[in-house]
């Protein structure tokens, strides 16, 4: 038994008041799911989420709030915590919610230990950068590019590329100080910027570019170990010297898979290690750098004794031989040297020699001639070659040999690949990527916001003085047919660079070997953690397994598919090839970093305010054209294939991909682009050509919020096919406050019979205090400027003659009168539940089009437009007018042929005659009927149930057979024919309680006569009808013209019946209404 109990009077409250009551009369044992009591509620009567701060018990509450001064907002502390309160939660960043609720989720078990970042720029962002930025290239390609395209070219090279580089480290300097970065790095920045469709498309692309950057380190690794440390490692060995190149390629993979397996296990055990060897790589990369500037320098004064042996003007390859000369003088006489045995047949001085070799004299120059030299000037300009040309010293005279044949046999050095600008742009610049690596960090700073721009941007200037130098340097100390030698083979297979360096070339050497390792492994540990997170956002479902892993979070699976995508690069095995497959992807990156922040400049939103302030648009723009224009300067079909990748992925998770809402720039684009488009729609009026319906669709829902016609929706889908405006709108009766749940359940079941019917547009749901005022201002307000309905399709209100209907008689004919007035196109769909679904698929019929009265055309498009639709493809038109006595039916069927063919519509035209006869009885006697029952319904009081049986009775009266009535007479039938539903007790009481006045009524009601007016148009509503009936009886649809209401409402009833009478017997009906403008010409 309850403990307690409220008595409240129900007659003084009205409904929302009784629900309050009942929650108060609840006991404390109330059971599960009723309403929380009122004091959890608004002053304004809706329920609040319970918050994480404040407490919501009444005495908890009290006591929270006693002293506080705060008692004007107790009711809303729920929702809106004081400031204290919220500061206090903010204190540390990592419990900040950042309006992603999904990706904190997923992060949340990894913020339980709050961590104490305390990394500053210089170690934080500064060295990573440093580390990633120099790598491989400087080491093997840059004296090799700085040969091929000359010192100005090269520098040109160099500059673009770092300048590439630099605005897009201001712009990702802009997005990381525009609050909080968390782990994610660029992936989480160009994602939160650009949405979840870019964002995921960059992101993958960034991830393979990585990937394949952890490749090309592989590579450069193996490459260096196989041809400066142990040549003689080589497992493969070229039957021939015309296979060297082959064997060295199938060399380079087994040794490149072997050493990814390798890598791929110390990742796999523990990162840690990898991170602690982080430095180590680091120094030897410094020590390398330094090593070379030394050398530099000791040529100025004392320039190292390097001998290069030509042959003519072409470079020897000293691998095979040790002096430079053609014949020795000994004390025995003279004697011929190993180079003369490469080019002779034998040893003997009166051998059959080369021609080449016969006539051209041996010289040795200098390799590495000194800054002093003046070599400087001779390295200026580019010699690109064709491949397996000879490298050859300019300037220096030869004698030339007709029809040389170049055997592969002779020790010459060769160019191994063809050369142009456009090539080693592609080749290059992935010696200056790594700029995001203190982005990737920004979890582990002491302030991310102060370390990411300073340190990035630092590391930026540093490098490209360290590249740019370089290319000064090298042109300025080195021969220029050892700076082509890309192999060092001219040097006895030293690396070029190194020989530079003091005090050893082994300080290069092993330096750039473990730096290409280090870099290698910090690759494969980057790439799993950014699949990793790419997964866990879940914006790419198939990739979702990727987000698992160990028990400590290591990404097990990511990091195997890494491997596998990495060894694809190895398997191509040539550093040269794979270099321009990842520059793509860095600089589709780099490219959609910079439209981010551009974007977001533009924009002004509110919530841009980065703290790094040298930045602006025109930078951000001009970055993304250079990136743009740098993928197809390196390679135009890679940069249009990783586009194709992008785009792919882009779509994919548009259609595919989970819904994210990140408030990114490109939504804001879009709204923006949306204000422009209705700004510009809204000055001109729209052209006939321009003419399309968009639609408002009036939709009638039941006591649970469901959608009473679904097959409207699915009609509106068949009709716009996704083009135009669409709004979907509902009336709820009652007032806001009470109806807000209901409205927001309507709303939802609405919106989600739109994406099961496939309907494109919008959902409008309006709480009026009547049926009547909502469907009116939905009518006038619906729509937004220029992208405003023009038409307005409804459902027939079958039950329209129940008084009790929601969607009454009265409601259906003021909404005609409405679009009337506000001069838009009326679509009543009659039979709606009869009209197919969208997987309904009609093989063969018409669609026939009863053109009465022109009112625009729209009955001709509309036919038009369904065809578009599968459903009604395969649906022949017919075109029917009807033609009076006086009209000529021949001309006006060739006339309606020829406005058809300039129309472009392709129909079957007929002209139907109506013979002017009398009226009949059936005619004559239904519209008695009809005038009879509203004049009956107005003079008596009948109760609910008399009245359904009275309209009953007519009803079965209005459908009787033609061939009955044509037996009666044609005179009008007597009052006493008319069969009433009164009893003889019911008469005599009528009587009694007002006999006069009740006696005169009668006498009026049976002494009625129809009205002249109502007599004929219920005559042409039967003609029409027969008509309709015997031409388009089988018709899958039949459009029709809808007369429109009568001027005087008095008699609105019997306009519905005029409506019901001219389509009685046709099973779908779409009567139209136009607007009275034209929306269809014949002009182009």
């Known amino acids: 038994m309850p403990t307690n109990f409220t008595v409240v009077p129900v007659e003084a409250r009205a409904d929302g008041d009784q629900d309050e009551a009942a929650e108060l009369t609840e006991a404390p044992g109330a059971p599960e799911g009723h309403e929380p009591d009122c ?43 004081m400031v204290s309160s919220l500061l206090n939660k903010l204190a540390n960043y990592t419990n900040l919610s950042q309006g992603v609720v999904e990706h904190e989720e997923a992060e949340e078990s990894r913020r339980r230990e709050v961590k104490n970042p305390g990394m500053g720029t210089f ?27 000359g010192v100005l070219e090269s520098f040109l090279i160099v500059f673009m590329c770092c300048t590439c580089t630099m605005l897009t480290a201001i712009s990702m300097s ?45 590579l450069g690794t193996i490459e260096i170990f196989l041809t400066y440390i142990s040549p003689g490692a080589s497992i493969i060995h070229a039957q021939s010297p015309d296979g060297e190149a082959v064997a060295m390629l199938h060399n380079m993979r087994v040794y490149g898979t072997c050493t990814l397996v390798l890598m791929a296990m110390v990742v796999f055990v523990g990162v840690k290690y990898v991170n602690k060897l982080a430095l180590v790589f680091l120094a030897c990369v410094v020590l390398s750098i330094l090593a070379i500037y030394a050398g530099v320098i000791k040529t100025a004064f004392d320039p190292p004794d390097i001998p290069v042996c030509l042959l003519g003007n072409r470079t020897l390859s000293r691998r095979n031989f040790d002096v430079c000369a053609k014949v020795l003088t000994t004390n025995n006489g003279t004697v011929t040297t190993a180079l003369w045995g490469l080019f002779c047949n034998n040893s003997m001085p009166s051998a059959i020699c080369d021609e080449y070799f016969a006539q051209n004299n041996l010289t040795e120059i200098q390799g590495i001639p000194g800054v002093a030299s003046g070599v400087f000037l001779d390295n200026l300009w580019s010699v690109y070659t064709d491949k397996g040309v000879f490298v050859e010293k300019q300037g220096t005279p030869s004698v030339p040999v007709p029809e040389e044949s170049r055997s592969s046999k002779l020790p010459y050095v060769l160019t191994d690949i063809m050369t142009y600008f456009t090539m080693l742009v592609g080749i290059y610049f992935p010696s200056v990527t790594g700029i995001m690596a203190g982005s990737n960090r920004s979890g582990d700073l002491r302030d991310a916001q102060k370390s990411i721009p ?32 890309k192999f060092g083979e001219a040097l006895q297979g030293n690396l070029v660079i190194g020989m530079l360096a003091w005090p050893s070339p082994w300080v290069i050497v092993i330096g750039s070997f473990f730096s290409t390792c280090g870099a290698g492994l910090q690759s494969l540990t980057g790439a799993p953690r950014l699949l990793q997170a790419i997964a866990r956002d879940g914006i790419v479902p198939f990739l979702q397994v990727f987000g698992h892993g160990k028990a400590n979070g290591e990404p097990t699976w990511a990091l195997l598919l890494t491997a596998l995508i990495c060894e694809i690069g190895i398997l191509i095995a040539s550093l040269d090839s794979v270099a321009p497959i990842l520059s793509m992807f860095f600089l589709m990156c780099y490219m959609f970093v910079n439209l981010a922040c551009a974007v977001q400049t533009l924009l002004r939103t509110p919530n841009w305010r980065p703290r790094f302030r040298y930045y602006h648009w025109t930078l951000s723009f001009l970055g993304m054209s250079l990136c743009l224009a740098l993928m197809f300067i390196c390679s135009w079909y890679y940069a249009l294939f990783a586009m194709l990748i992008a785009g792919c992925i882009y ?50 829902l039941d006591s649970e919020q469901c959608v009473k016609h679904p097959r409207l929706l699915s009609f509106t889908t068949q009709l716009k096919a996704g083009k135009g405006l669409t709004i979907v709108g509902s009336v709820l009766e009652g007032t806001y406050l009470d109806k807000h749940a209901e409205a927001q359940q309507a709303e939802e079941n609405i919106r989600s019979l739109m994406g099961i019917e496939k309907t494109k547009g919008f959902c409008q749901l309006v709480v009026s205090s009547n049926l009547r005022d909502g469907m009116s201002h939905l009518i006038q307000s619906a729509g937004l400027g220029g992208m405003k309905h023009n038409t307005v399709l409804m459902a027939w209100p079958e039950s329209w003659k129940e008084e009790d209907n929601p969607f009454s008689w009265k409601n259906f004919v003021d909404t005609v009168r409405d679009t009337t007035a506000a001069q838009q196109a009326l679509l009543v769909a009659k039979n709606v539940d009869l009209f197919p679904q969208n997987q309904e698929r009609f093989s063969d019929g018409h669609i026939d089009v009863w053109w009465i009265v022109h009112d625009g055309g729209l009955l001709m498009l509309l036919p038009f437009l369904l065809r578009q639709h599968k459903v009604w493809r395969k649906c022949r038109m017919r075109i029917f007018t009807v033609a009076q ?11 309606l042929q020829t406005f058809l063919y300039h129309l472009r519509i392709s129909a079957e035209v007929e002209v139907v005659e109506m013979v002017e006869n ?27 149930t008399e009245r359904e049986r009275e309209a009953q009775l007519i009803h079965d009266r209005n459908t009787a057979s033609h061939s009955v009535v044509a037996a009666r007479t044609r005179a009008p039938p007597t009052p006493d024919k008319v069969q009433m539903t009164w009893t003889k007790e019911k008469l005599i009481a009528e009587k009694l309680k007002n006999k006069d006045a009740n006696m005169s009524g009668f006498k009026d009601l049976f002494s009625l006569k129809p009205n002249q007016s109502n007599v004929r148009r ?16 089988d018709a899958q649809l039949v459009l029709l013209n809808m007369p429109g209401p009568p001027k005087n409402r008095q008699g609105d009833e019997n306009y519905m019946e005029f409506l019901e009478v001219l389509t009685e017997g046709l099973n779908r009906v779409l009567l139209v209404r136009g607007s009275g403008r034209e929306v269809i010409t014949i002009y182009s």
């Open 174 to 218: 802009a997005i990381a100080t525009n609050g909080v970065v968390p782990a994610g790095g660029s992936y989480y920045m160009i994602s939160r910027s650009l949405g979840p469709e870019f964002g995921g498309a960059v992101g993958l692309c960034f991830y393979l570019g990585t990937t394949f950057a952890g490749a090309m380190y592989i």
């Open 454 to 485: 300073t340190g990035t941007i630092l590391a930026i200037v540093t490098t490209s003085f360290i590249y740019l130098s370089c290319i000064m340097l090298f042109g300025a100390c080195i021969e220029g047919v050892i700076l082509r030698d």
């Open 1018 to 1033: 219920m005559h042409t509503a039967v003609k029409l009808n027969g008509v309709v009936l015997n031409k388009s009886q």
């Open 39 to 81: 004091s959890s509620r608004a002053g304004d009567g809706q329920s609040r989420e319970s918050s994480p701060i404040i407490n919501n018990g009444d005495m908890e509450r009290e006591s929270f709030f006693e002293g506080k001064n705060m008692a004007l907002f107790e009711e809303e502390m729920d929702s809106n915590p």
């Open 918 to 944: 009398d009226i009949s009885a059936f005619t004559y006697e239904k519209t008695l009927v009809m005038e009879q029952r509203s004049q009956m319904l107005k003079q008596m009081q009948l109760s609910k």
């Open 651 to 700: 779509k994919y998770i548009e259609y595919r991909g989970a819904e994210k809402e990140w408030g990114d720039g490109i939504r804001g684009l879009s709204l923006n682009a949306a204000r422009y488009a209705l700004l510009r729609v809204e000055h001109g009026t729209l052209h006939t050509k321009n003419w399309r319906p968009q639609v408002l669709v009036m939709l009638n």
């Open 123 to 149: 170690i934080g962002v500064y060295l990573p950068c440093l580390q990633n930025i120099l790598g491989v290239i400087l080491f093997l390609r840059l004296t090799w590019i700085v040969g091929v395209a």
């Open 885 to 895: 006595v006086d009209d000529n039916s021949i001309q006006m069927k060739k006339d």
